[in-house]
């Protein structure tokens, strides 16, 4: 049995959306078993009207929701051992839950799953990944908000958590792995960029296949199976990318509907519109995976409806499933014995500072 703990107060929706979710994914996944912490008078009355879910599911009162706009070192000092974020991700620590599952609030949620899970062995800071849909097929993307700027070795680590997270998604044996950067010539870019592509380069890692430089465009090709990014760039590359596909939506559905000859068009072609619309839905890919804990924390969207909560718990499903932890940890521990002279020197741990950031620039 794969056991997931559940916050079911984050998101805009709360648990109006969490709890369907849960019922459907159940349906696929006969050998889940869920957690769900929450508020009694707000999660019940929800979970009464499926009672399948109810059976494979164990709830657990909390006294606290943690709100979309609560600051992460408010959230920490007033949430710790009594909202249903922090016992979700407590859950995990305890061994009690295999994955955490989460629509609340950003920061708020890494600043207690840094503080309550720590992060592996030898990794400095942690990272979000995401799945980007592409004209190859889908790629990781990270950081996409977690850390906010990041030195050489730190996207070294990166890249090792994200060919991890690919190969348990994709079951490909050895990534393709680009760093994001200006232009794809060394000379270019960052000088934190640069040394990171040298130490990948020389490395030759086993784990990864390191393809050098991919640019902005590069992501929406698929050149690569793993880009690599700070989280200050590869979140705005995240949230321009939603946005453009919302943009596209719109004109195309102003534009079927404008004229009769138009919408004539629409009905002979409305089975290819239908796998555009599928194609450019960013709740098909929702879900961004804390990597670099000790845990597997998932944190999906928070305007993300029933469906999108769903793909977030399939993907923490999948991540336990392909026992990406200790994937992860092999490979950064091989890499760290092989490249002693590339460990980091005091890589900063302040979790709190770092995703306050993010928070701004994402309500969910």
Same mark, same amino acid.
């Given at each position: 049995?794969?056991?997931?703990? /559940? $916050?079911?107060?984050?998101? $805009?929706?709360? &648990?109006?959306?969490?709890?369907?979710?849960?019922?459907?994914?159940?349906? @696929?996944?006969? =050998?889940?078993?869920?957690?769900?912490?929450? !508020?009694?008078?707000?999660?019940?009355?929800?979970?009464?009207?499926?009672?399948?879910?109810?059976?494979?599911?164990?709830?657990?009162?909390?006294?606290?929701?943690?709100?979309?706009?609560?600051?992460?070192?408010?959230?920490?000092?007033?949430?710790?051992?009594?909202?249903?974020?922090? %016992? #979700?991700?407590?859950?995990?620590? %305890?061994?009690?839950?295999?994955?955490?599952?989460?629509?609340?609030?950003?920061?708020?949620?890494?600043?207690?799953?840094?503080?309550?899970?720590?992060?592996?062995?030898?990794?400095?800071?942690?990272?979000? &990944?995401?799945?980007?849909?592409?004209?190859?097929?889908?790629?990781?993307?990270? =950081?996409?908000?977690?850390?906010?700027?990041?030195?050489?070795?730190?996207?070294?680590?990166? #890249?090792?958590?994200? #060919?991890?997270?690919?190969?348990?998604?994709?079951?490909?044996?050895?990534?393709?792995?680009?760093?994001? %950067?200006?232009?794809?010539?060394?000379?270019?870019?960052?000088?934190?960029?640069?040394?990171?592509?040298?130490?990948?380069?020389?490395?030759?890692?086993?784990?990864?296949?390191?393809?050098?430089?991919?640019?902005? =465009?590069?992501? *929406?090709?698929?050149?690569? =199976?793993?880009?690599?990014?700070?989280?200050?760039?590869?979140?705005?590359?995240?949230?321009?990318?939603?946005?453009?596909?919302?943009?596209?939506?719109?004109?195309?559905?102003?534009?079927?509907?404008?004229?009769?000859?138009?919408?004539?068009?629409?009905?002979?072609?409305?089975?290819?519109?239908?796998?555009? !619309?599928?194609?450019?839905?960013?709740?098909?890919?929702?879900?961004?995976?804390?990597?670099?804990? +000790? *845990? /597997?924390?998932?944190?999906?969207? *928070?305007?993300?409806?029933?469906?999108?909560?769903?793909?977030?718990?399939?993907?923490?499903?999948?991540?336990?499933?392909? @026992?990406?932890?200790?994937?992860?940890?092999? $490979?950064? +521990?091989?890499?760290?014995? %092989?490249?002693?002279? $590339?460990?980091?020197?005091?890589?900063?741990?302040?979790?709190?500072?770092?995703?306050?950031?993010?928070?701004?620039?994402?309500?969910?």
């Amino acid at each position: 049995m794969i056991r997931i703990s /559940i $916050d079911a107060m984050g998101g $805009d929706h709360g &648990a109006g959306v969490v709890i369907p979710a849960l019922a459907a994914v159940s349906v @696929r996944r006969p =050998d889940i078993r869920f957690i769900i912490f929450g !508020r009694e008078e707000v999660v019940r009355p929800e979970l009464t009207k499926f009672p399948e879910l109810a059976r494979v599911s164990e709830f657990v009162h909390c006294d606290v929701a943690i709100q979309m706009d609560d600051k992460p070192s408010q959230a920490l000092r007033h949430g710790r051992g009594t909202s249903s974020m922090w %016992n #979700a991700i407590e859950a995990v620590k %305890n061994g009690e839950a295999d994955a955490c599952i989460s629509a609340g609030n950003t920061g708020a949620l890494m600043a207690m799953a840094k503080f309550c899970l720590r992060s592996m062995a030898n990794v400095g800071r942690p990272a979000i &990944a995401a799945i980007w849909p592409n004209l190859r097929s889908e790629s990781v993307v990270l =950081d996409v908000g977690a850390t906010i700027g990041a030195d050489a070795r730190q996207l070294v680590d990166f #890249a090792m958590l994200g #060919a991890g997270m690919a190969r348990a998604l994709f079951g490909i044996e050895r990534p393709s792995v680009g760093l994001l %950067n200006v232009g794809v010539e060394e000379i270019k870019g960052q000088e934190d960029v640069k040394e990171a592509g040298r130490i990948l380069r020389e490395a030759e890692l086993s784990s990864l296949d390191y393809r050098g430089f991919v640019e902005g =465009d590069d992501i *929406g090709k698929g050149t690569v =199976d793993v880009v690599v990014t700070e989280g200050f760039s590869g979140n705005i590359a995240l949230k321009t990318a939603e946005g453009t596909a919302r943009q596209i939506a719109g004109y195309l559905k102003a534009a079927m509907g404008r004229t009769l000859m138009a919408r004539i068009g629409y009905m002979f072609a409305r089975g290819a519109f239908r796998q555009l !619309r599928e194609k450019m839905d960013v709740s098909r890919s929702n879900g961004g995976v804390f990597l670099g804990l +000790n *845990g /597997i924390v998932v944190k999906s969207h *928070g305007g993300a409806d029933s469906a999108g909560f769903s793909a977030a718990v399939e993907l923490g499903y999948d991540m336990v499933r392909n @026992r990406l932890l200790e994937r992860v940890q092999a $490979d950064i +521990n091989l890499f760290h014995a %092989n490249n002693p002279q $590339d460990d980091p020197q005091d890589a900063p741990q302040n979790g709190v500072i770092q995703t306050t950031v993010v928070q701004t620039a994402e309500k969910g």
